[in-house]
């Protein structure tokens, strides 16, 4: 069979089951997802495509693999089982990254399966809420903050199209549509990942502003103007709806009250003390894989929580994945991705400059989607979801960096 055409199966597959977070591995407390072991996989498969293996990924790697055993035998304080689940998992998103340039998907069937798959998570969670009574519903993720950073990016892309492109009438309605249900979905699961969407809104404004300062583009100021109204009547729709639950969504993103004790914004805190404690401890190199939740240090904000919660809630993650890099990896690696990220948005940016908005190719859409889509999911991880094994940053991060952008007659991936 076809190596590229098995490639494809595979990741159409692991979009399939990446909602699928019920079906995952649980081993010592941690759940590892089957998108991410298909992925993992496959990563393994394609870097060492005909038994040949890059230089580039072969150094980097025995890096990788060396600095941590380095760090496990120095601090002693972590236990192996998480340092070897870090180096394996970590270490799959870093060899993600190294073999990009040969993993090769179609845009197109990527893009209609991830629709599918959003359309049918929103049904269940639908009946979840309106048939089952759930009060924030999840559909099959284990989490309904989960659910509500996957449907959040489906939204916030496809209102990225909507702006983007000049549609027809057909096609914007098609668009407007879907783009109600996924974020009706997000909606209803009460999560602060609002934040997530609003940020991706800035970031794709950004992209392509409505006007400069030689023209101003009617069409996409008045989308602008419309999406910002709808956004904010809604977002206030539902402070006003959680405002008398202990799950108020106000209540869960005032991180910088002192006084404020509920446990999401406890866990933030405490994760971002443990950073600030590690950046003064190693912050070129980290204090290790794993070592989240065993390093010294002191916090009012972790005294609080474990009162309330004797166990420690997300102590051993960091609640956000950016501080649990920093602390893992070091501030000056985690810097470097972040620059690898936002180069990679520059090129976007590129691309979008050169598929005007009455020209669209047979890709351009399709490729544009994937693109936010990964881009906001990533986002919202680095703001609070900190699990290296989770099924949707590996989904986003394989799209992400191997994605082919065309402009200028040709090919570049980051």
Avoid at 212 to 239: A, D, E, H, P
Wanted: charged residues 10%; proline residues 3%; aromatic residues 16%.
């Amino acid at each position: 069979m076809n190596y590229l055409l098995v490639l494809n199966r595979l990741i159409i597959i692991s979009i399939l089951f990446f909602p699928l977070q019920n079906l995952g591995l649980s081993f010592f407390g941690s759940r590892y997802d089957i998108t991410s072991f298909i992925l993992l996989f496959l990563t393994l498969v394609v870097s060492m495509k005909n038994g040949k293996i890059e230089k580039n990924t072969i150094f980097f790697m025995f890096l990788f693999i060396y600095t941590q055993f380095l760090i496990f035998a120095i601090n002693g304080t972590t236990p192996f089982y998480r340092t070897f689940s870090g180096m394996v998992w970590a270490g799959g998103l870093l060899l993600l990254i190294l073999s990009r340039n040969r993993i090769n998907y179609n845009p197109r069937r990527v893009y209609k399966t991830l629709l599918i798959v959003l359309f049918l998570t929103v049904a269940l969670m639908l009946y979840q809420f309106i048939i089952l009574g759930d009060a924030r519903p999840k559909g099959t993720f284990d989490e309904p903050s989960k659910a509500a950073l996957v449907l959040f990016s489906g939204a916030v892309s496809i209102a990225g199209i909507i702006y983007l492109y000049n549609l027809k009438i057909i096609h914007s309605l098609k668009m407007l549509i879907a783009f109600s249900i996924f974020f009706i979905g997000g909606l209803i699961t009460l999560s602060m990942h609002i934040i997530t969407f609003f940020i991706m809104f800035l970031i794709i404004i950004f992209l392509k502003p409505p006007f400069n300062l030689s023209s101003i583009n009617n069409r996409q100021l008045f989308l602008f103007s419309i999406v910002t109204v709808s956004f904010f009547y809604l977002v206030n729709l539902l402070f006003n709806f959680s405002i008398n639950s202990s799950e108020s969504l106000l209540t869960k993103i005032d991180v910088f009250n002192s006084l404020n004790n509920n446990l999401s914004v406890l866990s933030w805190r405490t994760g971002f003390d443990q950073m600030i404690a590690s950046i003064n401890h190693s912050f070129i190199i980290g204090t290790g894989l794993g070592s989240t939740g065993f390093i010294d240090f002191q916090s009012n904000n972790l005294n609080k929580l474990l009162y309330l919660t004797p166990m420690g809630l997300n102590l051993n993650d960091a609640y956000s994945l950016s501080f649990r890099l920093i602390i893992e990896i070091g501030l000056l690696l985690f810097i470097m991705i972040f620059y690898f990220f936002t180069r990679k948005l520059y090129i976007l940016k590129k691309y979008l400059s050169t598929t005007t908005l009455t020209k669209q190719y047979n890709e351009s859409i399709p490729t544009t989607f994937i693109f936010l889509f990964s881009t906001s999911i990533i986002i919202g991880s680095l703001i609070k979801e900190p699990l290296y094994p989770a099924s949707p940053l590996y989904l986003a991060t394989m799209l992400f960096v191997s994605i082919k952008i065309n402009y200028n007659s040709k090919s570049i991936n980051g």
